[in-house]
């Protein structure tokens, strides 16, 4: 059964730092293109990041320079180091598939205050 677990959300002061978790259960991990979302109040999810199963990586030009994903497919799990925090990235953060098509899991919230 597929089930994603996100980890590693906080609250941090504007330039602080926190890196994200995503855990994989089930042996479709190495089979996909992965990617971070992120949902803040009253906003549809977005795109963050994406890492394809080689390791390229691709970045939404909000956090590009800030982020980075990375993934270990051995373990079937994925990372989100997110330096340089800013308010405006307050939000859920999830991860699923390029396609956002997998069982989405409980997310993991991030804050930034000012």
């Known amino acids: 059964q597929v089930q994603l677990v996100e980890s590693g959300g906080g609250l941090v002061q504007a330039g602080g730092s926190l890196r994200l978790s995503c855990a994989a259960s089930?042996?479709?991990?190495?089979?996909?293109?992965m990617a971070w979302y992120r949902q803040a109040p009253g906003k549809q999810r977005d795109v963050v990041a994406t890492?394809?199963?080689?390791?390229?990586?691709n970045y939404a030009d909000s956090v590009k320079g800030r982020f980075t994903i990375s993934r270990d497919n051995a373990k079937n799990t994925m990372y989100l180091q997110m330096n340089s925090l800013r308010p405006e990235d307050t939000a859920v953060y999830y991860c699923?598939?390029?396609?956002?098509?997998?069982?989405w899991g409980q997310g993991t919230q991030v804050t930034v205050s000012s």
């Open positions: 890492i394809t199963r080689g390791g390229t990586a």
């Open positions: 699923n598939n390029e396609y956002g098509n997998l069982p």
């Open positions: 089930g042996s479709f991990f190495g089979l996909f293109a």
